[in-house]
C-alpha cells in the first residue's frame, strides 16, 4: 500500500474523529427546541447562593438534600460554579466545582457547565425573576433536566404553582419533579 494513501487514510479517519467529538460535546449544551435562553442577562446579578428548591432525578443528585448552587464571575468573565448537597444515605456533605461558560453574549442566560475537563452540559435560564431575581428556572440541553431555583430554601407556593404550569406547558415532565428539602440534615436509616 501507498505510504500516501495510508497518511491520508489516518488523517481523514482523525479528521472524522474530531468532528465526532466536536458534535458529541458540543450537543451536550444546546438549549432544547422550542425554548429559549432568557435575555437581558445580569450575571453580576445572578451572582451568589441559590437554592434548589425542586428538580427532576438524575443520579448525581439521587438521595441529596439542602442543595445549593453558588456562582461567582471569574476575572476572564467565566462563572465559577460550586454544588453542594447533603448525601442522605451516606450521611456527608458532597460538593462538586466546575466552570461555566456563556455560549453567546454574557446578556444570554446560555452557558456550558463543566465539571470534567472539555464534557460540559448545557445550562439554559429559560424562567427568570428579572425583576429582583429571587428565583430561576434551568433547564439542560433536554428537557429530562430541569431544577427550579430561589435565593431563599423555601419558594412562595403560589410563585411555584405558576412555574410549574408554565412549564407543563412548555413539555417538561413536571409530575416527576421532586422537591428538594431543605433544614437540619438527616441521615437515612439503615
Known amino acids: 500500500m501507498n505510504i500516501f494513501r495510508v497518511i491520508q ?8 474523529s474530531l ?19 432568557v435575555g437581558a442577562f445580569d450575571a453580576k446579578r ?18 441529596l438534600s439542602n442543595v445549593t448552587a453558588t456562582y461567582s464571575i471569574r476575572p476572564d468573565g467565566s462563572v465559577n460554579v460550586l454544588n453542594k448537597g447533603f448525601d ?36 439554559h435560564v429559560i424562567e427568570l425573576d428579572s425583576a429582583e431575581y429571587r428565583w430561576a428556572v434551568v433547564s439542560g440541553p433536554t428537557r429530562g433536566y430541569l431544577w427550579i431555583l430561589a435565593r431563599e430554601p423555601r419558594l412562595d407556593p403560589a410563585v411555584l404553582a405558576r412555574l410549574e404550569e408554565r412549564l407543563l406547558s412548555l413539555g417538561f415532565a413536571t409530575g416527576e419533579l421532586i422537591r428538594v428539602e431543605h433544614g437540619e440534615p438527616r441521615c437515612e436509616a439503615g
Do not use: N
Open 19 to 37: 468532528i465526532a467529538a466536536t458534535i458529541l460535546l458540543t450537543g451536550c449544551t444546546g438549549v432544547p427546541k422550542g425554548l429559549a435562553p
Open 9 to 16: 487514510r489516518r488523517a481523514a479517519c482523525g479528521l472524522l
Open 46 to 63: 445572578y451572582e451568589g447562593e441559590w437554592f434548589e428548591i425542586m428538580r427532576l432525578d438524575h443520579r448525581f443528585e439521587r438521595g
Open 88 to 123: 442522605t444515605r451516606r450521611c456527608s456533605w458532597r460538593s462538586i466545582e466546575g466552570t461555566a461558560r456563556f455560549l453567546q453574549d454574557p446578556q444570554t442566560a446560555s452557558l456550558a457547565v463543566s465539571f470534567f475537563g472539555p464534557f460540559a452540559g448545557g445550562y
